[in-house]
């Protein structure tokens, strides 16, 4: 139980175009997604939670703008990247709970390059 | 502030035993959570401690005592596979996860 499926696994795109990656649990209701990015070698980075149906919390120096999430099931967020340049080429991770103490259970990443 | 400390690396033997520490101070505490996390890969829920003593899983045990701050998690009998970084997360009263910077544990056949 408790799966997390993200897609795409892998996405290569053009500088100054938009990605969207979706976060779907399978079989639980995700009271809250968890967007995390992580450089090579590096710690994860929490980006944003989201709680269905409400705006998402943005961590200090993460533009929302820049990355939109949208929550709208208790099953699917989504992260959109806007006008991708380089430096946003990193490995994105989705995970989601149902309840406050369980535990995150994260999606298999996406490997995003920008070209 | 927050913080959660856990050493950078290790170096364990194949089919050895190896201790990984976490100390924590946080705002309120709700619970501790230990990932693995294979180079590349997404991280993967290990286990999770609310009540101080030793949670057993096969291989991996973890253990916690609230009062020193403090846990472990204990691998035994260790394969080649278990090579990975192993985090350390702890739920603080507003149920916010503060995660370690994680350990890279190496094991040497």
């Known amino acids: 139980g408790a799966v997390v499926s993200q897609h795409p696994s892998w996405v290569i795109c053009k500088s100054g175009t938009s990605v969207k990656i979706e976060c779907r649990s399978l079989d639980f209701q995700a009271t809250t997604m968890f967007w995390y990015r992580q450089f090579p070698k590096q710690s994860l980075m929490l980006m944003a939670t989201s709680n269905e149906g409400s705006k998402a919390t943005y961590e200090q120096g993460v533009e929302k703008d820049k990355f939109l999430i949208n929550h709208a099931s208790l099953t699917l967020s989504t992260l959109t990247v806007t006008s991708a340049h380089p430096e946003d080429s990193s490995f994105y991770i989705c995970?989601?709970?149902?309840?406050?103490?369980?535990?995150?259970?994260f999606g298999n990443g996406t490997r995003l390059t920008v070209t | 502030g927050q913080n959660i400390d856990q050493p950078t690396e290790m170096t364990a033997t194949e089919g050895a035993i190896v201790q990984i520490n976490c100390t924590y101070q946080t705002s309120g505490f709700n619970g501790l959570f230990w990932y693995q996390q294979h180079a590349g890969e997404a991280p993967t829920f290990l286990s999770y401690n609310v009540l101080d003593g030793l949670e057993e899983k096969g291989r991996f045990s973890s253990f916690l005592s609230r009062s020193k701050g403090y846990s472990y998690l204990l691998l035994k009998e260790l394969q080649m596979k278990d090579s990975a970084s192993y985090l350390c997360a702890c739920l603080d009263s507003n149920y916010q996860l503060i995660w370690g910077a994680g350990t890279k544990l190496i094991i040497k056949p």
């Open positions: 995970s989601a709970r149902d309840r406050e103490n369980s535990p995150l259970h």
